[in-house]
Structures are given as structure tokens and as C-alpha cells.
């Protein structure tokens, strides 16, 4: 089956420093992933859509400035979540969408998410 | 996107079957429905998916009467380790690269 992977699986940081959290497809090449945040008790936000070779595009409300996304390879992208503060404190999960064959079947494959906590 | 609807919460007994209803009165001609399961802390994880009439896995079954309008996912006998929060999703299945919207979801609970 398919894998995706994140890391950090938790992390802790300073209200002001910027966080890098990685999304991973270990066994097939995805040219689009996501980025989902989820708060306690509450669903799964999609933040943004990312794009192999190309800008990321933001959901509505969503600061493409403060939630910078990279996706360089068809393997991996990254969001890194910059000035942080507490209300960015969330349950980051990222997905990957994978090709099936010759078909555009819409397969998605979640990562195991990432634990922010900004002090 | 068509707009799903789903119980809140529901409880269970360990070894009861559990149906779960989503509503999805706007479903499109193209869209498929796909059911996820998620764990605390853990991203959401497949649990099965169909177009129309009934769908069995090794886990689940997906029943969809004729007019697409509803979905149930049926769990036979369910344990402690179905409590979960389940989420119904409707999308469009030829579009690679198209995002999923979650609803709410509905949390199971499964006591002993």
C-alpha cells in the first residue's frame, strides 16, 4: 500500500521561530499533496493544495506569508510555518494524491500528522 | 462539492453492528463516496469507498440505495478499537489531484 510520512511527528517551539514540517511519499510519486490542519474536536481543515514545480494555492483565509509551501520533488513538500504563535498550535496532517495507472483515479493517502505546540 | 451529512456521535456495544447514515442530497453524476476512519492524533486512514449499490471489504460494508442520495457504512461487530471518528466524503472520481472536504465526522464510541 501506499505510504506517506511526516516529521516531526511533535514538536514543541517558541512563539516567534519558524517550524518546518515535512510530508513524504515513500513508495509512489505524487504530483499533488495537501496540507490539512486540525484543531481539538474539530474536522480537518484543508489549507492548501500543493503542486510539484509550481506555488502552492491557499485556501480562503489561509496566509500563504505566514504557511510557506514547498514542493520540490515528487516525493516531497514541506510547510514550514513561520513567526509562529500559539494559536498556530494544531494538528498538522498532509496528504499525497497518487495517479493510478493510466486512469486520473483521485487516490489520496494521509500522512500520519504533525503535533505544533507553540509556547 | 457536494455537502455531506452525519450523525454527530452514536454508541455502541462491543459485538453490535453499527450503521452509520451520511446524507449527500446534492451528489453529482461523477461523484464517488468514501469513507475514512481517524484516530486520535493520527491522520485519517481508508476504510472504503463506492459508487452505487453495495461495497463489502474486509472491514466494512458501503451500502447505496438507487438514487445516491444517502450512503450507510455498516461495522460488523465492532470492538474497542473501532472507537473512532468516522468521516463520510463525496468526490469527484476522475480528478487526480483534487482535494478532500471533510465534514464533521461522527464519533464512535464503543464500550465494553
Known amino acids: 500500500g501506499a505510504v506517506v510520512s511526516q516529521h516531526p511527528s511533535r514538536v514543541i517551539c517558541k512563539s516567534g521561530t519558524s517550524v518546518k514540517i515535512e510530508c513524504r511519499s515513500l513508495?509512489?510519486?505524487?504530483?499533488?499533496m495537501f496540507w490539512y490542519r486540525q484543531f481539538p474536536k474539530q474536522s480537518l481543515m484543508l489549507m492548501a493544495t500543493?503542486?510539484?514545480?509550481?506555488?502552492?494555492?491557499?485556501e480562503q483565509g489561509v496566509e500563504k506569508d505566514k504557511f510557506l509551501i514547498n514542493h520540490a520533488s515528487l516525493t516531497l513538500s514541506t510547510l514550514t510555518v513561520t513567526s509562529a504563535h500559539p494559536e498556530d498550535s494544531s494538528f498538522y496532517i498532509c496528504?499525497?494524491?497518487?495517479?493510478?495507472?493510466?486512469?486520473?483515479?483521485?487516490?489520496?493517502?494521509f500522512g500520519p500528522g504533525t503535533r505544533l505546540t507553540v509556547l | 462539492l457536494a455537502k455531506t451529512t452525519q450523525p454527530i456521535s452514536m454508541d455502541s456495544y462491543e459485538g453490535q453492528e453499527v450503521n452509520i447514515t451520511c446524507s449527500h442530497n446534492?451528489?453529482?453524476?461523477?461523484?464517488?463516496i468514501t469513507w475514512y476512519q481517524q484516530f486520535p492524533s493520527q491522520g485519517p486512514r481508508f476504510i472504503i469507498q463506492?459508487?452505487?449499490t453495495k461495497v463489502t471489504n474486509e472491514v466494512a460494508s458501503l451500502f447505496i440505495p438507487a438514487d445516491r442520495k444517502s450512503s450507510t457504512l455498516s461495522l460488523p461487530r465492532v470492538s474497542l478499537s473501532d472507537t473512532a471518528v468516522y468521516y463520510c466524503?463525496?468526490?469527484?472520481?476522475?480528478?487526480?489531484?483534487?482535494?478532500?472536504?471533510f465534514g464533521k465526522g461522527t464519533t464512535l464510541s464503543v464500550s465494553s
Open positions: 500543493s503542486n510539484e514545480g509550481s506555488k502552492a494555492t491557499y
Open positions: 463506492g459508487y452505487k
Open positions: 513508495d509512489f510519486q505524487a504530483t499533488t
Open positions: 496528504s499525497a494524491s497518487r495517479t493510478s495507472g493510466t486512469s486520473s483515479y483521485n487516490e489520496q493517502f
Open positions: 446534492n451528489i453529482a453524476t461523477n461523484d464517488y
Open positions: 466524503l463525496v468526490g469527484v472520481i476522475n480528478q487526480a489531484g483534487t482535494a478532500l472536504i
